[in-house]
């Protein structure tokens, strides 16, 4: 099993920044996809930015250039660096670690962590 705890997630006025980390632990396969989603009031979770544990990057066309998404291998954790924020980026994001254990693919995800874009 694989556990994921997000942190880092509040209040910002929009055009300011945030952090967001997630911490994994457990039976981690070297292997994996690691991003983050979000999920708006009333609608569906989307996915925010993914990187895969070789360091290739997905961003959603909404957030591409205001947000980085980086992973520290050794650690086993992953940030999402939120710039220029805007009201509708508020949400609560979500870690997730997508991995490949044949013959199954396995998901998780952590609880999430809400973030609030004031304006």
């Known amino acids: 099993q694989v556990q994921l705890v997000e942190s880092g997630g509040g209040l910002v006025q929009a055009g300011g920044s945030l952090r967001l980390s997630c911490a994994a632990s457990?039976?981690?396969?070297?292997?994996?996809?690691m991003g983050w989603y979000r999920q708006a009031p009333g609608k569906q979770r989307e996915l925010v930015a993914s990187?895969?544990?070789?360091?290739?990057?997905n961003y959603a066309d909404s957030v591409k250039g205001r947000f980085t998404i980086s992973r520290d291998n050794a650690k086993n954790t992953l940030s999402l660096q939120m710039n220029s924020l805007k009201s509708e980026d508020t949400g609560i994001y979500y870690c997730?670690?997508?991995?490949?254990?044949?013959?199954?693919?396995?998901?998780?995800w952590g609880k999430g962590t809400l973030v609030t874009v004031s304006s």
């Open positions: 997730n670690l997508v991995s490949r254990v044949f013959p199954s693919t396995r998901n998780y």
């Open positions: 990187v895969t544990s070789g360091g290739s990057r």
């Open positions: 457990g039976s981690i396969e070297s292997a994996n996809t």
